[in-house]
């Protein structure tokens, strides 16, 4: 399929069928996707909670305004930021760089230095925020990459992550929840599926200056 027909056949998921699972392959796949997204620096401050059971669903559903898709989906993943990214942090970057580009040590120290001086500049909350944003352009490869593997989806913030921090236990593990993204099958009566994209019109979204 051509990739504009997978985003057009793509859609925020709203009922997915709820005794369709994604193929332990495909979501290998998606992980490996996730991974391969590009990050500020590399620094990769992001990390995706895959959630498949459907009792921890349910909570998570009452936590999302009791959003349907959240319990109906196969996985739910949980995309969250790092909350440490402190020195320790960019060393863990600069050791495992090294192991895999054993030929650039000093370079790769040098970056690592460079890191840790222009991270103890900013403030908490500016760490929070780019690291916020890493979270985003994540979310942005897996809604593409699902829509190439024909897996459905659904991007969502309508969720308290201070609840789900606790469902997960993730503040254990210097994590926040920054966006869910259920994926599944569609259900075949998701009436979302039937309508019409909204979109601006191209040449209103998109100028070129020749
Ligand atoms: C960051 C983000 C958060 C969203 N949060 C929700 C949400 O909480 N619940 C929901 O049903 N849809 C949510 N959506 C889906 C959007 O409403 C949807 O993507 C948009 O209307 C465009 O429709 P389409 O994705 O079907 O093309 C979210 C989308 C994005 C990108």
């Known amino acids: 399929m051509d990739i504009i027909e997978s985003l057009e056949w793509r859609y925020a998921t709203k009922k997915f069928d709820n005794n369709a699972f994604i193929e332990d392959e495909k979501i290998e796949r998606i992980s490996k996707a996730f991974n391969l997204t590009a990050t500020s620096y590399g620094l990769q401050p992001i990390k995706m909670i895959i959630v498949k059971n459907k009792s921890i669903q349910k909570k998570m559903k009452a936590a999302s305004f009791h959003q349907e898709q959240v319990a109906t989906a196969s996985h739910v993943l949980v995309l969250c930021a790092e909350k440490n990214v402190d020195a320790d942090f960019i060393k863990a970057f600069s050791n495992n760089s090294k192991q895999l580009r054993p030929e650039a040590h000093s370079e790769i120290d040098a970056y690592g230095d460079v890191l840790i001086d222009r991270f103890k500049l900013k403030s908490k909350a500016d760490i929070k925020l780019w690291a916020t944003k890493q979270v985003y352009l994540a979310l942005g490869n897996l809604l593409t990459v699902c829509a190439i593997e024909k897996i459905d989806s659904c991007p969502m913030e309508g969720f308290i992550p201070a609840e789900i921090d606790v469902i997960l236990g993730l503040?254990?593990?210097?994590?926040?929840?920054?966006?869910?993204?259920?994926?599944?099958?569609?259900?075949?009566?998701?009436?979302?599926?039937?309508?019409?994209?909204?979109?601006?019109?191209?040449?209103?979204?998109?100028?070129?200056?020749?």
Request: proline letters at 8%; zero cysteines.
């Open 171 to 210: 503040e254990q593990e210097q994590l926040s929840a920054v966006l869910l993204l259920p994926i599944g099958y569609r259900a075949k009566n998701d009436v979302s599926a039937k309508i019409n994209k909204v979109r601006r019109p191209l040449n209103d979204i998109v100028k070129i200056i020749p």
